[in-house]
Structure formats: structure tokens, C-alpha cells
Nanobody, 129 residues
């Protein structure tokens, strides 16, 4: 069973940076890391969960408009890990950030096509003004 564990959340001031990590475990030869499509979501108190960034195979990764140019998603399959580099953080970026995974059919297409069915517990990011 795939398990996702996020880390790297913290409290920072506006304009600061953080790097979130998501470690995938429970992988085996039938479902190695490359068999999954991964993404980052977030949810602020009182708000619905929203897409942040997603891996797209052989193309530009998917980003929500509100993070374009500030956040960068990347992965290291050798380490079974997904990352989110967050720069120029704003108070409105305050939220619980979740790593999510879905089965890869032939490639990762990103938001709107890939379905993410496994979720981590989240890591809290708090940005103060």
C-alpha cells in the first residue's frame, strides 16, 4: 500500500522560502515510484482543498495560477520523493499542504486529467506578514 509522508512545513515571514518534501513508501516492483503521478494540494482553514502543482510527464508541470513563478515542483525517483520549492511566500499561502498520488496510465497529464487517490497527512505552512 502506497504511503505518502510530507515534511518541511514551518512558520516563515512574508517573502520567505520553504521546501516541502514528500516521501513515498510501500512501493514494490509492481508499483514502483515511476508508476505514480504525484501532485501537491493545499487547504486553508474554512476553505476547500485546492490544487497547487502537479507533475506532467515530458512537459511543463501544472501550476495553479496563484503560485506560478513562485513555486516549483520537482521529483527525484531515485529517492522516491516529490518536492515543492516555495519562494516569495505570501500570508495567503498559509495552509496545510498535502502530497497526493494517482496511478499513472501511460503518462502524467496533471490537473484535470490525473486522478489522485492516495494522500499524505499534510504539513503546515504558516506565512506571517
Amino acid at each position: 500500500q502506497l504511503q505518502l509522508v510530507e515534511s518541511g512545513g514551518d512558520s516563515v515571514q512574508s517573502g520567505g522560502s520553504l521546501r516541502l518534501s514528500c516521501l513515498a513508501s510501500g512501493l514494490d516492483y509492481r508499483a514502483p515510484y515511476r508508476a505514480w503521478c504525484l501532485a501537491w494540494f493545499r487547504q486553508a482553514p474554512g476553505k476547500e482543498r485546492e490544487e497547487v502543482a502537479a507533475i506532467v510527464t515530458d512537459g511543463d508541470h501544472s501550476y495553479a495560477n496563484f503560485v506560478k513563478g513562485r513555486f516549483t515542483i520537482s521529483e527525484d525517483s531515485a529517492k522516491n520523493s516529490l518536492y515543492l520549492q516555495m519562494d516569495s511566500l505570501k500570508p495567503e499561502d498559509t495552509a496545510m499542504y498535502y502530497c497526493a498520488a494517482g496511478v499513472k496510465l501511460n503518462k502524467c497529464y496533471g490537473f484535470g486529467i490525473d486522478e489522485y487517490t492516495y494522500w499524505g497527512q499534510g504539513t503546515q505552512v504558516t506565512v506571517s506578514s
